[in-house]
């Protein structure tokens, strides 16, 4: 079956542009979480979706990033004024969700390299 | 708060080699434990997990890792390395309480396949 996409793969803007940064999870996982990778941070959390729960914004670097999911599917990682320091791989991942039993394993999809001149 | 330690950020061995990847994880709650493989310009791919039960752990492409509660280990080991395992190795946990399964990585750990 599908794995989780993203889109765009490779997005170049200009420094204090906004940008939009999209997944799509496996069909049917209820949870979703969105990671950064970079060169200086390693890998690290950004923001976690579970169900109709509030999500779990803990890893935000800063209020310039966002996070939605709409209809419990597809979410949008939006990052207003964007910063040379903004760029890394994002990453999105999905669960199965809970009472599956496996709701531990995350699924991840190939990234957006955001690239911020 | 977890956290995890990975022994060594480059890692090389002849092929046909034993393969060890170190990692060492700190976790106030029984943990999840993972290890993910990431391929040049691609995502990531779970190798294997260890969540509750048999603490020796088989994974794709004959990793497999051992859960040592007294050591706070989860060593990824595979007996004979090949070609095709040059990547980047990355060792997470995450915990066992649910609505709190976020991943938390190591550094990860590039290894190498020497002819």
């Known amino acids: 079956g599908a794995g989780v996409s993203q889109s765009p793969s490779n997005k170049v803007t200009e420094k204090g542009k906004d940008v939009e940064l999209r997944c799509d999870p496996i069909?049917?996982?209820?949870?979703l979480y969105w990671y950064r990778q970079s060169l200086g941070q390693g890998l690290e959390f950004l923001i976690y979706?579970?169900?109709?729960?509030?999500?779990?914004k803990s890893g935000l670097p800063s209020d310039r990033f966002s996070a939605e999911r709409t209809g419990g599917s597809v979410s949008t990682l939006t990052i207003q004024r964007t910063q040379q320091e903004d760029s890394a791989v994002y990453l999105c991942?999905?669960?199965?969700?809970?009472?599956?039993?496996?709701?531990?394993?995350?699924?991840f999809g190939p990234g957006t390299r955001l690239l911020v001149l | 708060a977890q956290s995890v330690t990975q022994l060594g950020s480059h890692v090389s061995v002849s092929e046909g080699a034993l393969v060890l990847l170190r990692c060492n994880y700190s976790?106030?709650?029984?943990?999840?434990l993972f290890w993910y493989v990431q391929y040049p310009n691609q995502g990531l791919q779970l190798l294997l997990k260890?969540?509750?039960?048999?603490?020796l752990v088989k994974g794709i492409n004959g990793f497999e890792a051992e859960f040592k509660k007294s050591e706070t280990s989860f060593h990824l080991t595979k007996p004979s390395a090949h070609m095709s395992d040059a990547a980047e190795y990355f060792c997470?946990?995450?915990?066992?309480?649910?609505?709190?399964?976020?991943?938390?990585f190591g550094t990860g750990t590039r290894l190498t396949i020497i002819p």
């Open positions: 997470a946990v995450s915990s066992s309480n649910f609505g709190n399964e976020k991943l938390t």
């Open positions: 979706f579970q169900g109709n729960s509030a999500p779990d």
């Open positions: 260890y969540t509750t039960g048999a603490t």
């Open positions: 069909s049917g996982h209820t949870a």
């Open positions: 976790s106030s709650v029984p943990p999840y």
């Open positions: 991942a999905s669960s199965p969700g809970a009472g599956t039993g496996y709701q531990e394993t995350q699924y």
